[in-house]
């Protein structure tokens, strides 16, 4: 995949909001290692259309995600389609980090991805409560025998990256994630790229397994 524009920084603990045109590749560069970034997708035209990790998890029959599988939003529309992966773990299951549960740990004024991607995103429509399904990229959270959850650093090595591209026009929130926990104990800035690629075979689901 050629790539001619250059990586941009987000720093720890901030947000980004980027408008991705259909068939354009959002790239996402883990500069430093065991750094989250948290993805919120939406449609340009209508945000009340937005990822759904449910009906992605659904169609695909998978919590993990590969090269070619599309990313489906709350009406089962196409959004994106994931086109690179070098690390193979990422989470859809849990909501981007919030105010509340820092507050919930007795961190107070504690930076987080709810709160980053809402401001940034504000703009494009996007309502504070809108903001309440990520794609948790580079994200390790494991299932217990027990069905409990646990939470792993991420697996990820500076230099590695995730990639997305669009199916159509998109406003994409991108924060590098702000909970200590979830990055290894230290947060970190998170780079991407944005460039204009071939289309790539796409992956779709054979067909959804529920009406839900
Ligand atoms: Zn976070």
């Known amino acids: 995949m050629s790539v001619s524009s250059a990586c941009i920084e987000i720093p720890a603990q901030s947000a980004i909001a980027l ?12 500069g430093f ?30 919590l993990a995600l590969a090269v070619g599988d599309v990313l489906y939003s709350n009406r089962s529309g196409e959004l994106a389609c994931v086109v690179e992966d070098t690390v193979g773990v990422h989470d859809m299951l849990l909501a981007p980090c919030s105010d509340l549960m820092f507050v919930r740990r007795g961190e107070v004024s504690h930076p987080s991805c709810h709160a980053n991607l809402s401001s940034v995103l504000q703009p494009f429509g996007v309502l504070d409560d809108m903001v ?81």
Not at 19 to 30: F, K, M, Q, T, Y
Not at 43 to 59: C, H, K, M
């Open 19 to 30: 408008i991705l045109r259909s068939g354009e590749v959002l790239r996402i560069v883990d």
């Open 33 to 62: 290692g065991s750094q989250v970034a948290d993805l919120a997708l939406f449609a340009l035209d209508d945000p009340s259309e937005g990822f759904s990790p449910g009906r992605t998890i659904d169609y695909h029959e998978s």
């Open 132 to 212: 309440t399904s990520t794609l948790n990229v580079f994200m390790d959270v494991r299932i217990s025998s027990q069905n409990r959850i646990k939470l792993h650093a991420p697996a990820s090595t500076p230099g590695d990256r995730f990639a997305i591209m669009a199916l159509r026009d998109l406003v994409i929130g991108v924060a590098a994630c702000s909970s200590e926990c979830t990055n290894a104990g230290h947060c970190k800035p998170i780079h991407y790229q944005v460039f204009r690629a071939a289309a790539p075979e796409v992956r779709n689901a054979d067909a959804p397994l529920s009406s839900h």
